[in-house]
C-alpha cells in the first residue's frame, strides 16, 4: 500500500517518517490500524524478508516436502531480554528449532509471534528484531508468518515472544522417549548449567562477576551428526531446558518405564557454572540449559556417536555420562565423585540458594 | 577445572581410606549426631551415609534454622506481608514454609510485595530504592548469618533509614545441643558441631558443654571428607572415653572465631529465650534487638494482632528436629508431606532433614 492510498483518519496528517528508535511502543501499535501496520512494514517485514511473508496473507501456504513433519512450539519470557550468550531474539529460534531437532526434524519454517508491553523502546524491539533474524538466517530457517500484540504498561515485561516451527524428519529416523531401551548409553552433548547461571548472576543481584555466558545455540546441525553416523541406533534426543538434565531423565524414566544411572565424575558442567552453583547451593544437574542435548543411544554405536558428536565445535566437549538399567525403573540414580549413590529427582518447586 | 576447597574435600579414594580407618577406630556401635542440615545434605547428596560401617549410627540435628522457626513467627511475617504498601524481603526458603493458614510464596501470589534476597544487606537497598514504604527483612539463620543480619541495622541507621525494620528469627547452635544432651531420651554419643558458625564464634563455648556431659564434640566442615574426618575424631575419642572439643575445619575454624563479626553481634543483639519448633521454648538461644536499637524491630513496630499457632497435626518435625526419629519413619513423609505440598520445614528448607531424603532417596 503507497502513502498515497492510505485511508486518513481524523484532521491529523499522514506522517511518512519512518519510526524513530527514540520511540516507544504504543498501544496503538497493537490495535490494527494504521501503526500496525507500520511496525509490520518498516521493522518487521525488513528483517524477516521472504516471498511468503510479503504476500501479507492471514497465514503461510507452504508446499509440504516429502515425509513426516515435526510441530512445535514454545514461548519466551526471559528476564532480562538481552545476556551474555544471547538474548529473547535468538533464543526464541533456537528453542524451537531445537524442538525440532530433538524430533529428529530439519527445521524449515517459524512464526513468530510478539506480545510488547507498552512504552518499550523501539530501539530495543529493533535489537530483538535483528537477533531473530540473524538466528534464523543462520540456521537457515524462514519466518513466514506472526503476529503483534501490545498489551499495557505493567502487563507484561517488555517482550513475549511465541515461535512455532515445522520440520521435515529425516527418513528412517523415529525417536521419542519410550525408545529407551536397556543398555543404552546416555550421551551428553556438552557442559551443563551456563545458560541458567549466566542468567542467574545477572537476574538476582548477586554482586559476584563471571564471565558465564549462556549456551543458547541451534543444535540441528549437530544433530544431523548424530543421525547420519547411525540413524537406527539414535532412539532419544532431548534438549534439558528448564528442569536440567534432571528432569528431562526422570521424563524420559517414566516414559520408557526404564532406570537411569549416571556417573557424576563423567558429567561435564561448564566453567564458571560449577563455581556459581557450589556458592549458591544449586546442583546443576537441575540447571537450565539452552545448548546441549541427551542422545539415548545403542551401546553399539555408543562411541562412534560421541566421536562424531566431538567432531563438532559445538560437542566437542561431549561425554558418555550414564547408562539405561532395568534395575529401579522410573528412577534416575547417580553414582557420586566420591562412590556412594543417590537418587536424581524431579525438581520440586524452584531451586533455592542455601541460606547458611 | 578444580574447584579449591571443594573438588580436594571429594576425592574417592581419600575417602575409600578414611572409610577405613573409621572402620578400624570403631570398637563398638556408636550414635553421633551432625548438628547442621548442611551436613545432613552433603551425607545424603553424595551417597556417604550409605558407605559408613553398619554400627555407626548418624542422627540428623536441629542445625537448619528455617527448620526450628517457630509457626508463630512465621504467622507474624505472614501477618506483616499482608499489609497494604509494605514491602517483606527474606531467604527463599522461608517463603515456602508453612504457617497455621498460609505461606508467604501464597501470600505473593495474592499480591503480597515478598521478595526473594541473597544477603540481608540487599535488603537495606530495598529500603533505601522504597523509602515511601515499609520494608521489613525477615532474618534467619545461625550465628554464622546473624552479623550480616547486625549490620542492616547499623547501616538502616548510619543510612537514617525509618522504613527498615528487621523480624529476627535468629537463633543459637550451643544452647540446642545442651537441651539434646540433657534429654533423658538422648543416645547421642559424640557431636559434629557445624563449622561455619564455629568460623564466626570459636568453638569456646562448647568446651563447658563437652567438659559437663562428657562428650566429644568436633568442629567439622561440610564436603565428604571434612565429615570423614570429623566422624574418625570423633569415633576415636570415644572408642578411647575422650570427651572434649576438637577442631577438624582449621582450615576455616580458630578457637576465637572472628572477632569482628562477634562485636558486631554483640552491638546489635541481645540474648533471649526462644521456643524451637519442635524443641519447646529454649532459654537464651534466640536474639533479638538490644533496647537501643529496639526501633528497628519489625516484632514491635508491627505487633501481631492475635496469635493463631496451630502445628499440622500430622508433622512430626518436633521428633525429627531432635534425632528421635528419621523422616523416612513418619508417616506423612513423601505421602501427605511433600516438597510441593509441605507439612512442616524440614521437608521445605534445603537444610531441612526431610527435604535431603525426599531428594536424595526418593519415595516409591
Known amino acids: 500500500m503507497s502513502d498515497a492510498t492510505r485511508p486518513v483518519l481524523g484532521d491529523g496528517p499522514v506522517c511518512p517518517l519512518p519510526l524513530p528508535d527514540h520511540d516507544t511502543v504504543l498501544l496503538a501499535h497493537g490495535g490494527g490500524g494504521r501503526l500496525t501496520q507500520r511496525l509490520i512494514e518498516e521493522l518487521l517485514l525488513p528483517a524477516f524478508d521472504n516471498p511468503e511473508l510479503r504476500r501479507l496473507h492471514d497465514g503461510a501456504v507452504l508446499e509440504a516436502p516429502p515425509g513426516r513433519l515435526a510441530f512445535s512450539t514454545d514461548s519466551f519470557v526471559v528476564s532480562p531480554l538481552f545476556f551474555p550468550g544471547g538474548d529473547i531474539g535468538s533464543l526464541a529460534v533456537h528453542g524451537t528449532v531445537n524442538d525440532l531437532a530433538m ?22 524491539l529493533r535489537r530483538i528484531v535483528a537477533s531473530l533474524q540473524r538466528a534464523a538466517q543462520a540456521i537457515p530457517v524462514s519466518i513466514v508468518t506472526g503476529d503483534t500484540k501490545v498489551v499495557g504498561r505493567g502487563q507484561a515485561d517488555g517482550v513475549y515472544i511465541n515461535t512455532a516451527g515445522i520440520g521435515v524428519v529425516r527418513p528412517g529416523v523415529d525417536l521419542a522417549p519410550q525408545h529407551a531401551r536397556v543398555g543404552d548409553v546416555v550421551l551428553l552433548s556438552g557442559p551443563l548449567a551456563a545458560h541458567g547461571m549466566a542468567i542467574m548472576s545477572l537476574r538476582e543481584s548477586l554482586g559476584f562477576e563471571t564471565a558465564l555466558r549462556s549456551d543458547s545455540a541451534a543444535l540441528h546441525g549437530l544433530v ?32 520408557a518405564t526404564v532406570g537411569f544411572c549416571l556417573e557424576e565424575r563423567a558429567i561435564p558442567v561448564a566453567d564458571g557454572a ?51 538399567t532395568a534395575a529401579h525403573p522410573g528412577r534416575v540414580v547417580l553414582r557420586t565423585t566420591i562412590g556412594g549413590t543417590r537418587v536424581v529427582d524431579m525438581l520440586s518447586g524452584e531451586q533455592l540458594p542455601r541460606i547458611c | 577445572m578444580i574447584v579449591r576447597y571443594v573438588d580436594e574435600y571429594r576425592q574417592g579414594e581419600q575417602v575409600q581410606s578414611w572409610l577405613d580407618a573409621i572402620a578400624a577406630a570403631l570398637t563398638r556401635p556408636m550414635t553421633l549426631m551432625e548438628v547442621c542440615g548442611g551436613q545432613t545434605h552433603t551425607f545424603l547428596r553424595f551417597g556417604l551415609d550409605a558407605l559408613l560401617p553398619e554400627a555407626l549410627t548418624l542422627v540428623h540435628g536441629p542445625g537448619c534454622p528455617v527448620c526450628v522457626t517457630p509457626i508463630e513467627l512465621i504467622d507474624h511475617a505472614l501477618a506483616i506481608a499482608a499489609q497494604p504498601g509494605l514491602l517483606l524481603a527474606s531467604f527463599g526458603d522461608m517463603l515456602r514454609v508453612p504457617g497455621t493458614r498460609d505461606d508467604l510464596r501464597s501470600l505473593k501470589a495474592r499480591g503480597a510485595d515478598v521478595r526473594i534476597v541473597y544477603s540481608p544487606l540487599d535488603a537495606v ?59 533423658p531420651a538422648n543416645r547421642v554419643e559424640a557431636f559434629l558441631a557445624a563449622g561455619h558458625v564455629c568460623a564466626v564464634m570459636g568453638y569456646g563455648q562448647y568446651e563447658p558443654l563437652a567438659a559437663r556431659y562428657r562428650v566429644p564434640i568436633v568442629v567439622t566442615g561440610f564436603e565428604p571428607l571434612d565429615l570423614l574426618q570429623g566422624i574418625h575424631c570423633a569415633v576415636r575419642a570415644l572408642a578411647a572415653g575422650h570427651s572434649g572439643v576438637e577442631n577438624q575445619y582449621r582450615r576455616a575454624v580458630q578457637r576465637e572465631g572472628n572477632p569482628a563479626a562477634q562485636q558486631a553481634l554483640k552491638r546489635v543483639f541481645e540474648v533471649c529465650d526462644r521456643p524451637w519448633r519442635g524443641l519447646g521454648v529454649l532459654p537464651a538461644s534466640g536474639l533479638r534487638l538490644r533496647e537501643a536499637w529496639r526501633t528497628y524491630d519489625a516484632a514491635e513496630r508491627f505487633p501481631l494482632a492475635e496469635p493463631i499457632a496451630r502445628e499440622h497435626p500430622e508433622c512430626l518435625a518436633g521428633e525429627v528436629l531432635r534425632g528421635l526419629r528419621k523422616p523416612p519413619a513418619c508417616p506423612a513423609f513423601g505421602a501427605a508431606c511433600t516438597p510441593e505440598h509441605p507439612l512442616g520445614a524440614p521437608m521445605v528448607s534445603s537444610e531441612g532433614a526431610c527435604a535431603a531424603y525426599y531428594r536424595y532417596r526418593s519415595v516409591t
Open chain 2, 125 to 183: 537497598r530495598l529500603a533505601q530504592q522504597h523509602p515511601d514504604r515499609q520494608v521489613v527483612f525477615f532474618g534467619v539463620g545461625f550465628e554464622t548469618t546473624a552479623p550480616a543480619h547486625a549490620l542492616t541495622v547499623l547501616q538502616a541507621h548510619q543510612a537514617g533509614l525509618s522504613n527498615f525494620s528487621l523480624l529476627s528469627a535468629l537463633v543459637l547452635v550451643p544452647p540446642a545441643i545442651a537441651t539434646l544432651l540433657a534429654d
Open chain 1, 274 to 324: 560449577r563455581e556459581a552453583c557450589e556458592l549458591l547451593g544449586l546442583d546443576p544437574l537441575y540447571v537450565a540449559n539452552e545448548g546441549v542435548f541427551l542422545a539415548i543411544v545403542a551401546a553399539e554405536a555408543a562411541d562412534a556417536l560421541l566421536a562424531a558428536l566431538r567432531a563438532d565445535p559445538l560437542g566437542h566437549a561431549a561425554a558418555a555420562i550414564g547408562t539405561v
Open chain 1, 224 to 255: 544431523a551428526r548424530l543421525l547420519e553416523t547411525a540413524p537406527q541406533a539414535v532412539h532419544v534426543l532431548r534438549d534439558p531446558t528448564r528442569g536440567g538434565v534432571a528432569s528431562a531423565l526422570n521424563e524420559i524414566a517414566a516414559a
Open chain 1, 103 to 124: 524430533c529428529g526434524a530439519t527445521p524449515l519454517w517459524l512464526s513468530v509471534s510478539l506480545i510488547l508491553e507498552e512504552g518499550l523502546p523501539l530501539a530495543t
